[in-house]
C-alpha cells in the first residue's frame, strides 16, 4: 500500500509500535520515502494526538494480530488489536477530524463456516475464531459510525492475499519456500495438511489497489475483494513446483497431524460489488502468483548459499 500511494504522489506517513526497530526493517523502496510516527493501539488520547499533528486525508489500517494456524491462540490479544484497536481509531477520527477516511483491512475470516457460497457482502456473518470475531467486532463498529457519525469508513473484506512477502508462517509461503530449498538440494520432503484444502488465493498488490479505489468513491461502503475463484493446495504445488520442474508428488506428503476440519462450503468470494461500482478486477493470475513467489524464494534461497 505504501508503495502504491508514493506511486500516486502522497505523503505516507507509517504508524507503527516502534519507528525506530521499523525503520531497521524497512523495504529499500520504502526506506527515505515514508515517514514513521509511534502509534499505541491502546491509547485513543495517543492516537488522537498523531492524527492532530500528521492531518492525514486518508488512513489505511492493516494492524492485526495472528492469523492461520495461530488465529485462536491469545483470543483477548486478538479482540484487544484486532477489534478494539479499530473503535478507538475511529472515535479518535471523529473526534480530531470526522473528514478523514478510513479503510479497514478485514478478512474473510468473518463469515467463518459460511451459510452460502460464494459469500459477498450481503452473507450472514458466522465467524468461528477469535480473530474472525474480532474482524467482525470492527465491522460492525465502522457501519455504527458511519450511520451515527457519518465518517467516511469502509471495510474491505480480504480473502486470501499472498505476495513473495508472505510470512514464512502460512501454508503459500512454506510450499515456494520449500521447494526452492528442495530445487536447490537443500531438503527432501515437504510435509502438510490436506491437499485438497480450497481457498481463494489472489495478489497482495491487486487487493491494496482496491482498498484505495474504495476511499476515491463519494459515499462509504463495504466491498469483498477476492478473485472468485478457488484452487486447492495440491494445485498451489503443481504450480509451485512444476515451475522448478519437478513433481511435487515425490515431495510433498499428507500430515494428517496438520489437517484443519474442512468447511462445510466452499470458501470463495465474491467480487461483483467491488468490479460494478470500483471498477475493479485482480490483475496477477492465480499461476502467475505462484510462480512469482517461488522465484523470490528461488533467490532468496541462492543468496543465503553464498
Request: charged share 25%; glycine share 8%.
Amino acid at each position: 500500500m505504501a508503495e502504491l500511494l508514493l506511486k500516486k504522489g502522497y505523503r505516507v506517513v507509517g504508524a507503527v509500535r516502534d519507528p525506530i526497530d521499523a525503520t531497521q526493517r524497512l523495504l529499500p523502496t520504502l526506506s527515505g520515502h515514508i515517514e514513521l510516527v509511534k502509534w499505541d493501539m491502546h491509547s485513543s488520547s495517543a492516537m488522537s494526538q498523531v492524527l492532530a499533528s500528521v492531518k492525514p486525508t486518508e488512513f489505511y489500517n492493516f494492524a492485526a494480530y495472528s492469523s492461520g494456524a495461530g488465529m485462536y491462540d491469545d483470543p483477548v490479544g486478538m479482540i484487544e488489536v484486532n477489534g478494539l484497536a479499530v473503535v478507538r481509531t475511529l472515535e479518535a477520527i471523529r473526534l480530531v477530524d470526522g473528514g478523514i477516511r478510513f479503510c479497514q483491512a478485514s478478512s474473510r475470516e468473518v463469515f467463518g463456516e459460511a451459510l452460502e457460497s460464494p459469500q459477498s457482502e450481503l452473507t450472514q456473518r458466522h465467524p468461528r475464531s477469535p480473530y474472525g470475531a474480532a474482524k467482525s467486532l470492527a465491522d460492525t463498529m465502522i457501519e455504527i459510525y458511519r450511520q451515527r457519525h457519518g465518517i467516511f469508513a469502509s471495510s474491505a473484506i480480504l480473502f486470501n492475499h499472498e505476495s513473495p512477502r508472505r510470512g514464512m508462517s502460512f501454508v503459500t509461503r512454506k510450499i515456494t519456500y520449500e521447494a526452492a530449498r528442495i530445487k536447490r538440494g537443500l531438503a527432501r520432503e515437504l510435509y502438510l495438511g490436506n491437499l485438497d484444502a480450497q481457498r481463494d488465493w489472489g495478489f497482495a498488490g491487486d487487493y491494496v489497489q482496491a482498498m484505495w479505489l474504495m476511499l476515491q468513491q463519494s459515499s462509504p461502503g463495504d466491498f469483498v475483494v477476492c478473485t472468485g475463484k478457488a484452487h486447492s493446495v495440491r494445485d498451489f504445488c503443481e504450480y509451485a513446483f512444476g515451475h522448478l520442474d519437478l513433481d511435487y508428488k515425490n515431495y510433498v506428503k499428507e500430515d494428517e497431524a496438520s489437517f484443519r476440519r474442512a468447511e462445510p462450503v466452499l470458501l470463495v468470494g465474491s467480487a461483483l460489488k467491488a468490479e460494478r461500482e470500483l471498477g475493479w478486477f485482480p490483475e496477477i493470475g492465480f499461476r502467475k502468483l505462484v510462480e512469482d513467489m517461488v522465484d523470490s524464494d528461488l533467490r532468496l534461497v541462492s543468496a543465503v548459499e553464498i
